[in-house]
């Protein structure tokens, strides 16, 4: 993107979240560098004082609350709630429990990063719904930042 995703788009996606929770972590440094999104998943993980988390990447400026609050909601009896488009998971924009944390760690541990794998080995409930395109939408480019803006 050519400059910091965080610091550009982060405003706005805490500030959805703070509409919908009362505490939100931002995890900012992982407690291992250089695991990408399943560290800070690790991270956010164990250092959340609730039972469950959101996870979002920075860079999905498009969050709808209601989304975020129907993922939450459907949260009781899995371990996970991840939206679901074709064969593909969206476990940047999810729901976790933290009882996750030890699966997370085991994998971290066999040297395997991909959220993509992890979400198959939770007991996921997986949510597929076109309407909700537009807020699972990140943002990779200057120019679709300045798309957005208007």
């Known amino acids: ?3 910091d995703k965080a610091a550009l788009i ?5 500030a959805v979240l703070r509409q919908c929770f009362p505490q939100t ?15 800070g998943l690790a991270t956010a993980l164990r250092r959340v004082e609730t039972d469950a988390i959101f ?11 209601v989304v975020i609050r129907e993922l939450t909601e459907l949260l009781t009896g899995y371990d996970a709630v991840v939206p679901q488009a074709g064969e593909y998971f969206e476990p940047l924009h999810a729901v976790y429990h933290r009882r996750c944390l030890s699966i997370v760690e085991e994998q971290i541990r066999a040297g395997d990063l ?6 198959p080995r939770l007991n996921a409930r997986l949510v597929s719904r076109p309407d909700w395109g537009r807020t699972l939408c990140n943002v990779n480019t200057l120019a679709e930042w300045a798309a957005l803006q208007y």
């Open 114 to 119: 991909s959220l993509q794998r992890l979400i």
């Open 1 to 3: 993107m050519g400059t």
């Open 25 to 39: 972590l931002v995890v900012r440094e992982d407690d291992t560098p250089g695991l990408g999104p399943i560290g």
């Open 55 to 65: 996870l979002v990447a920075c860079d999905m400026p498009l969050l709808d609350p």
């Open 10 to 14: 982060g405003p706005r996606v805490e």
